[in-house]
């Protein structure tokens, strides 16, 4: 294996975007950030309505990665055991004994599609995989695959029947990632893709899969002082008690980011830098990764919602207050 690179980086991800765009139509600034995610180690959650491409996209990127792929369909009937795995009694050769059975989790990238239908007992049983890439059933603990990716999706429209993810779930996703509809231009041309003979073959990207087991690496890239004190003072900013929180967290805000939205955000910054052709972050860097990395760490009040008031918007107050005077 080449050494790797700020150049290898860069290429590794533009193949990659390029076997994506093969079979996913526009969405590039979700497939960017998705890459970012998964170079820079992190969970990715993706919401948007259904048909816009979500699965995939995950299922693209396993290909294109040449990583394991499992997918689970969360339903409120969904147990624990379902997705880990379990312990089951098995006669071999007059001899009974216990036997683990793994289950998806057990792969390289996991699809949790639509996650938040399942029930809260169902869903904390990601935890312990997505933060210490393990899992633990019985007595015995095991180590999942490296690398370890979970890439959920869910809807925004449909809530009946579902279950909010709770603050500590929600927490271990590096990026949240809003899908948009298509444009009129994009959607003739899933037409036109839909209409060919054969679905278009996705190639092994080696040089990109390269990218992802070398974080050491990108952890490499410098950051300015003036830099880290800015992506400090995003989080701090995002809570409604510190005193440099600007007026509309205070107004529209019950809690603000965990210390993980400060590692995604340098992280995230890091990995957004080498793929702008810099060896070190700009504070555009920090400003073009805060939304995904902030929107799913802060707790809306209801005057939030009675007045329209998004996570975005409070992600934006938070960077313009934030930043270097």
Not at 26 to 47: D, K, N, P, S
Request: proline residues 7%; charged residues 20%; contains cysteine.
């Amino acid at each position: 294996m080449a050494e790797l690179t700020a150049e290898r980086v860069v290429e590794g991800v533009r193949a990659l975007e390029e076997q994506v765009a093969r079979a996913v139509v526009g969405q590039r600034e979700v497939v960017r950030q998705t890459v970012i995610a998964l170079v820079a180690g992190g969970h990715v959650l993706l919401e948007g309505v259904p048909g816009l491409g979500k699965t995939l996209l995950v299922r693209t990127l396993a290909d294109a990665l040449g990583l394991r792929f499992n997918r689970v369909q969360f339903t409120p009937d969904l147990m624990p055991a379902d997705i880990t795995g379990t312990n089951l009694l098995v006669d071999e050769g007059g001899s009974r004994s216990f036997k683990f059975m793994p289950g998806p989790v057990f792969a390289n990238l996991l699809l949790a599609d639509e996650i938040n239908r399942a029930t809260p007992k169902t869903q904390s049983s990601l935890l312990e995989a997505m933060q210490e890439r393990q899992v633990t059933v019985g007595d015995a603990t095991r180590k999942l695959p490296a690398p370890f990716f979970v890439l959920a999706t869910q809807n925004p429209v449909e809530q009946e029947g579902t279950y909010p993810l709770p603050e500590a779930q929600l927490d271990r996703f590096f990026f949240k990632i809003l899908v948009p509809f298509p444009t009129a231009d994009e959607l003739t041309k899933i037409l036109d893709l839909t209409l060919q003979p054969a679905w278009p073959k996705i190639e092994h990207v080696p040089e990109a899969a390269e990218v992802l087991g070398s974080p050491a690496f990108i952890r490499s890239v410098p950051v300015a002082s003036h830099l880290k004190e800015m992506a400090v003072n995003m989080v701090l900013s995002s809570h409604p008690d510190q005193g440099g929180a600007p007026d509309m967290v205070r107004q529209y805000v019950r809690f603000g980011c965990s210390p993980r939205a400060l590692q995604a955000l340098v992280l995230a910054a890091q990995v957004r830098a080498l793929l702008e052709g810099r060896f070190n972050v700009a504070q555009e860097d920090l400003e073009a990764v805060a939304r995904p990395a902030m929107r799913h760490r802060i707790g809306l009040n209801f005057e939030a919602q009675a007045d329209g008031v998004a996570a975005d918007h409070v992600v934006d107050a938070i960077v313009k207050a934030a930043a270097p005077k």
